[in-house]
């Protein structure tokens, strides 16, 4: 019977229907003409400040007379490069981590877990921040920053999978009859894992690509002249009044990207879920 | 036997305060740089700058104006701003009320919005009006607040002149930053609240009253709706963390002077006590709302109010 | 009984809830910014960010000389030109250790009671005071003793000669009953205006006082308002909510401000003073063939003409034209890239591919995260990699930017002098035994030559002859280019037309507030306010 809640009592999410498929094409899309990108990011004209949209530049041009298009498209390279990193590190981190105080558990697990506590406790944005006032600006110490911080939701999601994994019955049955940790872990865990973190890295990515964002629009990100979307708003807030086309451009670009993903990332948990709970 | 809860839930937090100051005390002194080379400028003569930080107490060793710190909190004194020399709690009360104010609109916001857009969507679950809502949900949780801020100054503020730029003053001025900050919450918000009042209306009780010959309104107002609000509270404590973060953007776009901007200015002045009277702040702010989220739980819920009592 | 329990925790939450709904709405209530008192017709002046305090014995920052400049009065203040003129003293005799200073009679601090000799000497003993903690204390250090005969005239008498004693003499003087041992703030002056009120968030109320003999301001009160949005700055000016703002609107607003509001944009060439540091200690920056490249390749018109949009003038050395001390001469770099590559070959350094990509060699440069700054950056950026030098940038705050620099981690860096004033920094900066921690000389720039002219200026009083070892110093330093000049910026006042009587100084003093008024247009409440308060003297 079809209704609102899944056959084992959960309630469905809202079916995130052909919405996905779009999220796809948008993000292909960036992704794609972020590499075929004809224009120069780079060149200055210092003549031309501040232009609006033009048949030669689009989007307008900057304040040191950059092409913005150009500069919105490399700036999905960096972005998405910085968010991808940051998620490899982050899920690597609390695999390692997480795995580790799962399975031995005692001090250990209360140790991991407490710094975990503590972590969360303090807005993450604040955390970034000293600690990239600390090692410097530079697109390594920004992925590092976050890394240090992210690596926490998913050494949760570890452990709570191994231990949920340990008091089921099954597994006791499995070493009374003999079978060794590692083959329980090969065929029940990490099938169960790959499907979770994919889902967490997917919204990981996002998430990282605000943080960045959000730690170059406070000037503490990506140095000069690497374009970053929010060091392009950052650099747009003085010329609001004069030249609103530097704000418009860089916000609607990361809104859909980042849309984009949540989008893919709301899929892959449908799939994931209807797939878990057969 | 609230009193007991209170307790139980107050206890094991406070401990984790106080693990928290001297980790920002020594992180803060590895960050490099000195407070008086920001005061003074690079104008100041190294003799005046030698001058201002033998005045400040800043030459002595780290590990004693740790001891001064802690000893000074414990006379509950947060020390005094090395810029502004000013005392800290001074600073800290007089910005939070800003930062409590954006919050405390951004949620009023969040959840005017999302409550009835759940609901709506829950009502009739798989229509357009679903769909199409719950689009718009994951549009407004998706976008960062340092993007919408921006484009939200451009359009109202700017271009149509209905709200004022930035700053703080009356409801006009709070209307763009409350809507920076609350627009990501009120989507995360709207998809919980649909799921909730999903699975509340497929519950039993629900049936039951349905056979009684209730409304479907009325069903759905009354009785699925105060079973949903219970993981609404705990989204909104859960969400504190994302509130918070997102109040040191909004504050530094709209230059409202709260304690999330005076944060990041003091760390980027090295005002040692202002940065960590912030947190102490922030991390009370925390176990306030998270305690009263719990409470409110409590309440709400019996079940969970009468864990711990003997059977009579 | 459990349902007993029940009721008696829904009572109590019902009562609580208005409780707490009180406090919310009186936290809000108290949330709503108090309005500040100021009387109809003051003039609003913007400014960015507050000054950190207005206590004369410890603000350092501009903004805190600015508003200290309309509060208190010093010995001496100085001209457009930075010389001392009188202000508190009418006269004074200058030995090389003796001051002598004879005070104007008839000043009265804003707490009523008349200013004498007895203050100003307890002003300065509490600045010499290490307990006071005050960073001028070191600029007065000199002093041995001060005595008071009577109650006009006080005697400085200094431990050695110090020719820049003068220059100090502009601190602010504070009534001596008020002050007391340790930091404590004293914001009680004798200037024309008194201290009204200070909300380090919303702004800063000064409110007028009565001067000896006609020298009453005209303006029935000065607001500084704080508003850190520069676009909210530039909007507030065109709807007349700011009427004055300084250094302080973004050049490329200037052009909407003149084209949007009623205001009128004034610009006097200033002091500050914009400029490229090196570390000579580098192998490569210790050859002055690869200095006199960078010089080459900055195309300092460019800049100024589109990033300032002509607010700059291009810099020969640190002393402005209007200074006293200032010497033209010397070397002058114009925008030669050509000339640039021709001496980075000469000096060793080819380009291994032409035109191409790939540099002479990098260097890091290291900046401040303010905007501004990080767009020059770019352009250097760019401008250099067009003769071959690739430069890699960095953005810090203050803070750690100013670590790095003092601890000689750095290649490259780009700041700006504010307010120079006193020639006597040329020692600190370029003085051979002056790298820190003891003084500025970051670069490590040392020449036997410039260290004895440095050390003949400390020991002169004689001011033509200080003027003449100044020119050659700065000769020497167009030479050898341990840093290479910039631009000096103008003083960039934008205000509303209503203002008369303001003008600008090179330093950005807002002295002549002292004798500013507001016409009135068309604003009949304003005008009422400005007949009230019409000057007293014919």
Same mark, same amino acid.
């Given at each position: 019977?079809?209704?609102?809640?899944?056959?084992?009592?959960?309630?469905?999410?809202?079916?995130?229907?052909?919405?996905?498929?779009?999220?796809?094409?948008?993000?292909?899309?960036?992704?794609?003409?972020?590499?075929?990108?004809?224009?120069?990011?780079?060149?200055?004209?210092?003549?031309?400040?501040?232009?609006?949209?033009?048949? *030669?530049?689009?989007?307008?041009?900057?304040?040191?007379?950059?092409?913005?298009?150009?500069?919105?498209?490399?700036?999905?390279?960096?972005?998405?490069?910085?968010?991808?990193?940051?998620?490899?590190?982050?899920?690597?981190?609390?695999?390692?981590?997480?795995?580790?105080?799962?399975?031995?558990?005692?001090?250990?697990?209360?140790?991991?877990?407490?710094?975990?506590?503590?972590?969360?406790?303090?807005?993450?944005?604040?955390?970034?921040?000293?600690?990239?006032?600390?090692?410097?600006?530079?697109?390594?110490? =920004?992925?590092?920053?976050?890394?240090?911080?992210?690596?926490?939701?998913?050494?949760?999601?570890?452990?709570?999978? @191994?231990?949920?994994?340990?008091?089921?019955?099954?597994?006791?049955?499995?070493?009374?009859?003999?079978?060794?940790?590692?083959?329980?872990?090969?065929?029940?865990?990490?099938?169960?894992?790959?499907?979770?973190?994919?889902?967490?890295?997917?919204?990981? @990515?996002?998430?990282?690509?605000?943080?960045?964002?959000?730690?170059? +629009?406070?000037?503490?990100?990506?140095?000069?002249?690497?374009?970053?979307?929010?060091?392009?708003?950052?650099?747009?807030?003085?010329?609001?009044?004069?030249?609103?086309?530097?704000?418009?451009?860089?916000?609607?670009?990361?809104?859909?990207?980042?849309?984009?993903?949540?989008?893919?990332?709301?899929?892959?948990?449908?799939?994931?879920?209807?797939?878990?709970?057969? | 036997?609230?009193?007991?809860?209170?307790?139980?839930?107050?206890?094991?937090?406070?401990?984790?305060?106080?693990?928290?100051?001297?980790?920002?005390?020594? +992180?803060?002194?590895?960050?490099?740089?000195?407070?008086?080379?920001?005061?003074?400028?690079?104008?100041?003569?190294?003799?005046?700058?030698?001058?201002?930080?033998?005045?400040?107490?800043?030459?002595?060793?780290?590990?004693?104006?740790?001891?001064?710190?802690?000893?000074?909190?414990?006379?509950?004194?947060?020390?005094?701003?090395?810029?502004?020399?000013?005392?800290?709690?001074?600073?800290?009360?007089?910005?939070?009320?800003?930062?409590?104010?954006?919050?405390?609109?951004?949620?009023?916001?969040?959840?005017?919005?999302?409550?009835?857009?759940?609901?709506?969507?829950?009502?009739?679950?798989?229509?357009?009006?679903?769909?199409?809502?719950?689009?718009?949900?994951?549009?407004?949780?998706?976008?960062?607040?340092?993007?919408?801020?921006?484009?939200?100054?451009?359009?109202?503020?700017?271009?149509?002149?209905?709200?004022?730029?930035?700053?703080?003053?009356?409801?006009?001025?709070?209307?763009?930053?409350? $809507?920076?900050?609350?627009?990501?919450?009120?989507?995360?918000?709207?998809?919980?609240?649909?799921?909730?009042?999903?699975?509340?209306?497929?519950?039993?009780?629900?049936?039951?009253?349905?056979?009684?010959?209730?409304?479907?309104?009325? #069903?759905?107002?009354?009785?699925?709706?105060?079973?949903?609000?219970?993981?609404?509270?705990?989204?909104?404590?859960?969400?504190?963390?994302?509130?918070?973060?997102?109040?040191?953007?909004?504050?530094?776009?709209?230059?409202?002077?709260?304690?999330?901007?005076?944060?990041?200015?003091?760390?980027?002045?090295?005002?040692?006590?202002?940065?960590?009277?912030?947190?102490?702040?922030?991390?009370?702010?925390?176990?306030?709302?998270?305690?009263?989220?719990?409470?409110?739980?409590?309440?709400?819920?019996?079940?969970?109010?009468?864990?711990?009592?003997?059977?009579? | 009984?459990?349902?007993?329990?029940?009721?008696?925790?829904?009572?109590? #939450?019902?009562?609580?809830?208005?409780?707490?709904? =009180?406090?919310?709405?009186?936290?809000?209530?108290?949330?709503?910014?108090?309005?500040?008192?100021?009387?109809?017709?003051?003039?609003? #002046?913007?400014?960015?960010?507050?000054?950190?305090?207005?206590?004369?014995?410890?603000?350092?920052?501009?903004?805190?000389?600015?508003?200290?400049?309309?509060?208190?009065?010093?010995?001496?203040?100085?001209?457009?030109?930075?010389?001392?003129?009188?202000?508190?003293?009418?006269?004074?005799?200058? *030995?090389?250790?003796?001051?002598?200073?004879?005070?104007?009679?008839?000043?009265?601090?804003?707490?009523?009671?008349?200013?004498?000799?007895?203050?100003?000497?307890?002003?300065?003993?509490?600045?010499?005071?290490?307990?006071?903690?005050?960073?001028?204390?070191?600029?007065?250090?000199?002093?041995?003793?001060?005595?008071?005969?009577?109650?006009?005239?006080?005697?400085?008498?200094?431990?050695?000669?110090?020719?820049?004693?003068?220059?100090?003499?502009?601190?602010?003087?504070?009534?001596?009953?008020?002050?007391?041992?340790?930091?404590?703030?004293?914001? #009680?002056?004798?200037?024309?205006?008194?201290?009204?009120?200070?909300?380090?968030?919303?702004?800063?109320?000064?409110?007028?006082?009565?001067?000896?003999?006609?020298?009453?301001?005209?303006?029935?009160?000065?607001?500084?308002? @704080?508003?850190?949005?520069?676009?909210?700055?530039? $909007?507030?000016?065109?709807?007349?909510?700011?009427?004055?703002?300084?250094?302080?609107?973004?050049?490329?607003?200037?052009?909407?401000?003149?084209?949007?509001?009623?205001?009128?944009?004034?610009?006097?060439?200033?002091?500050?003073?914009?400029?490229?540091?090196?570390?000579?200690?580098?192998?490569?920056?210790?050859?002055?063939?690869?200095?006199?490249?960078?010089?080459?390749?900055?195309?300092?018109?460019?800049?100024?003409?589109?990033?300032?949009?002509?607010?700059?003038?291009?810099?020969?050395?640190?002393?402005?034209?209007?200074?006293?001390?200032?010497?033209?001469?010397?070397?002058?770099?114009?925008?030669?890239?050509?000339?640039?590559?021709?001496?980075?070959?000469?000096?060793? +350094?080819?380009?291994?591919?032409?035109?191409?990509?790939?540099?002479?060699?990098?260097?890091?440069?290291?900046?401040?995260?303010?905007?501004?700054?990080?767009?020059?950056?770019?352009?250097?950026?760019?401008?250099?990699?067009?003769?071959?030098?690739?430069?890699?940038?960095?953005?810090?705050?203050?803070?750690?930017?100013?670590?790095?620099?003092?601890?000689?981690?750095?290649?490259?860096?780009?700041?700006?002098?504010?307010?120079?004033?006193?020639?006597?920094?040329?020692?600190?900066?370029?003085?051979?035994?002056?790298?820190?921690?003891?003084?500025?000389?970051?670069?490590?720039?040392?020449?036997?030559?410039?260290?004895?002219? $440095?050390?003949?200026?400390?020991?002169?009083?004689?001011?033509?002859?200080?003027?003449?070892?100044?020119?050659?110093?700065?000769?020497?330093?167009?030479?050898?280019?341990?840093?290479?000049?910039?631009?000096?910026?103008?003083?960039?006042?934008?205000?509303?037309?209503?203002?008369?009587? +303001?003008?600008?100084?090179?330093?950005?003093?807002?002295?002549?507030?002292?004798?500013?008024?507001?016409?009135?247009?068309?604003?009949?409440?304003?005008?009422?306010?400005?007949?009230?308060?019409?000057?007293?003297?014919?």
């Amino acid at each position: 019977m079809r209704g609102p809640v899944s056959a084992d009592g959960a309630p469905r999410r809202p079916r995130s229907g052909p919405w996905w498929a779009t999220g796809l094409a948008l993000l292909a899309l960036v992704l794609l003409a972020s590499f075929m990108a004809r224009g120069d990011p780079f060149t200055q004209r210092l003549e031309e400040d501040l232009r609006p949209p033009s048949r *030669e530049h689009p989007l307008g041009q900057d304040k040191l007379g950059r092409d913005v298009l150009s500069r919105l498209l490399y700036g999905a390279r960096v972005s998405l490069g910085v968010g991808i990193s940051v998620v490899l590190i982050s899920a690597t981190l609390g695999l390692a981590l997480g795995g580790v105080a799962g399975t031995v558990g005692g001090r250990t697990d209360r140790i991991v877990m407490g710094v975990v506590d503590v972590l969360l406790a303090f807005p993450g944005l604040l955390l970034a921040i000293a600690v990239v006032a600390a090692l410097g600006p530079g697109v390594t110490n =920004v992925v590092l920053s976050l890394s240090l911080l992210g690596w926490t939701g998913y050494a949760r999601l570890v452990r709570g999978q @191994i231990l949920s994994l340990r008091e089921r019955e099954f597994v006791a049955a499995a070493r009374a009859l003999g079978a060794r940790p590692v083959r329980i872990a090969a065929r029940h865990l990490i099938p169960n894992l790959a499907g979770l973190l994919t889902v967490q890295a997917t919204f990981g @990515i996002a998430g990282a690509i605000v943080a960045e964002g959000s730690l170059s +629009f406070l000037g503490l990100g990506v140095p000069a002249p690497l374009p970053s979307w929010g060091g392009m708003l950052a650099d747009a807030r003085p010329y609001l009044l004069i030249a609103p086309h530097l704000t418009i451009a860089p916000a609607a670009v990361i809104a859909f990207t980042v849309l984009a993903i949540n989008l893919l990332g709301d899929h892959l948990r449908d799939r994931w879920e209807r797939a878990s709970s057969r | 036997m609230i009193l007991r809860l209170l307790l139980r839930r107050c206890v094991p937090v406070l401990p984790r305060l106080f693990a928290v100051a001297p980790l920002v005390f020594f +992180f803060l002194h590895l960050v490099p740089g000195d407070p008086v080379d920001v005061m003074l400028g690079e104008s100041a003569l190294p003799a005046d700058k030698e001058a201002l930080r033998l005045s400040l107490g800043l030459d002595r060793p780290v590990g004693e104006r740790y001891f001064h710190y802690l000893a000074s909190l414990t006379r509950g004194d947060l020390g005094e701003s090395i810029g502004l020399r000013a005392p800290v709690w001074r600073l800290v009360a007089s910005r939070y009320p800003a930062t409590l104010e954006l919050a405390a609109a951004a949620i009023v916001i969040a959840v005017s919005v999302a409550l009835p857009l759940g609901i709506i969507a829950a009502a009739r679950p798989g229509s357009l009006l679903d769909r199409a809502s719950m689009a718009a949900a994951l549009f407004g949780a998706s976008v960062p607040s340092f993007a919408l801020g921006p484009v939200l100054i451009v359009v109202f503020a700017i271009s149509l002149g209905w709200a004022p730029v930035s700053g703080r003053g009356g409801a006009a001025h709070l209307a763009l930053p409350a $809507l920076t900050l609350g627009v990501g919450m009120a989507g995360i918000l709207s998809r919980i609240t649909r799921a909730s009042v999903l699975e509340a209306l497929a519950g039993d009780y629900i049936r039951t009253a349905r056979a009684k010959g209730l409304g479907r309104w009325r #069903v759905l107002t009354v009785h699925a709706l105060r079973n949903a609000l219970l993981p609404v509270i705990t989204v909104i404590s859960l969400q504190l963390g994302a509130l918070l973060a997102g109040t040191i953007i909004t504050e530094t776009i709209f230059a409202w002077p709260g304690l999330g901007r005076l944060t990041v200015d003091a760390i980027a002045a090295r005002d040692y006590p202002v940065v960590q009277g912030c947190i102490l702040a922030i991390g009370a702010g925390y176990v306030v709302v998270n305690t009263a989220a719990d409470l409110l739980y409590a309440l709400a819920d019996p079940r969970i109010r009468h864990e711990g009592t003997r059977e009579r | 009984m459990a349902c007993a329990q029940y009721q008696r925790i829904r009572r109590s #939450v019902n009562e609580f809830r208005p409780a707490l709904g =009180v406090l919310m709405l009186t936290s809000a209530v108290a949330c709503a910014a108090p309005p500040p008192l100021a009387p109809l017709g003051s003039l609003v #002046v913007g400014l960015e960010a507050a000054p950190t305090t207005l206590d004369p014995r410890y603000g350092t920052d501009e903004k805190a000389s600015l508003i200290g400049d309309l509060l208190y009065r010093g010995l001496t203040r100085l001209d457009r030109h930075g010389n001392p003129v009188p202000d508190l003293a009418i006269s004074w005799d200058a *030995e090389p250790t003796r001051y002598v200073f004879r005070l104007r009679s008839g000043h009265v601090f804003h707490d009523g009671s008349a200013v004498s000799a007895a203050d100003v000497r307890a002003t300065y003993e509490s600045v010499l005071d290490p307990a006071t903690g005050s960073p001028k204390r070191e600029s007065i250090a000199a002093i041995e003793r001060i005595e008071t005969p009577d109650d006009h005239t006080v005697i400085f008498t200094l431990r050695e000669p110090f020719a820049s004693f003068l220059d100090a003499t502009g601190l602010g003087i504070l009534p001596g009953r008020q002050l007391r041992p340790g930091r404590r703030e004293v914001t #009680v002056g004798c200037g024309p205006f008194r201290l009204a009120s200070f909300e380090r968030d919303t702004a800063i109320v000064l409110l007028p006082t009565v001067q000896p003999a006609g020298d009453a301001p005209r303006l029935p009160g000065v607001v500084f308002k @704080i508003v850190p949005d520069d676009t909210v700055r530039a $909007l507030e000016l065109s709807r007349g909510m700011l009427h004055l703002v300084q250094n302080a609107i973004d050049p490329d607003m200037l052009g909407w401000l003149a084209r949007n509001g009623d205001v009128l944009v004034e610009s006097v060439p200033g002091t500050t003073f914009h400029y490229i540091g090196l570390n000579l200690r580098d192998p490569r920056l210790g050859i002055l063939a690869v200095r006199q490249a960078i010089a080459h390749a900055i195309d300092r018109p460019a800049i100024i003409r589109h990033l300032l949009k002509n607010h700059g003038e291009p810099a020969t050395g640190l002393l402005s034209p209007q200074h006293w001390a200032y010497a033209p001469g010397g070397p002058r770099y114009g925008y030669d890239p050509a000339r640039a590559r021709a001496l980075l070959d000469a000096a060793g +350094f080819p380009d291994p591919d032409g035109p191409g990509p790939q540099p002479r060699f990098r260097l890091l440069y290291k900046g401040s995260s303010v905007q501004a700054r990080r767009r020059l950056a770019e352009v250097l950026q760019e401008q250099l990699a067009r003769v071959g030098i690739a430069l890699d940038l960095r953005s810090y705050e203050w803070g750690t930017l100013y670590a790095d620099i003092r601890r000689g981690s750095f290649q490259v860096y780009a700041l700006a002098w504010v307010g120079v004033s006193d020639p006597d920094i040329y020692y600190s900066l370029f003085h051979s035994a002056m790298t820190p921690p003891r003084g500025n000389n970051r670069g490590g720039f040392a020449d036997a030559g410039v260290d004895a002219l $440095l050390e003949a200026t400390r020991r002169t009083p004689d001011r033509d002859r200080r003027a003449e070892l100044y020119r050659e110093i700065q000769g020497a330093l167009a030479s050898q280019l341990p840093i290479i000049p910039l631009w000096w910026a103008p003083n960039v006042a934008v205000h509303t037309t209503r203002l008369r009587g +303001f003008e600008p100084q090179p330093q950005g003093s807002l002295l002549s507030l002292r004798r500013a008024w507001l016409d009135p247009g068309t604003d009949p409440a304003a005008a009422d306010a400005l007949a009230r308060r019409a000057p007293t003297k014919g």
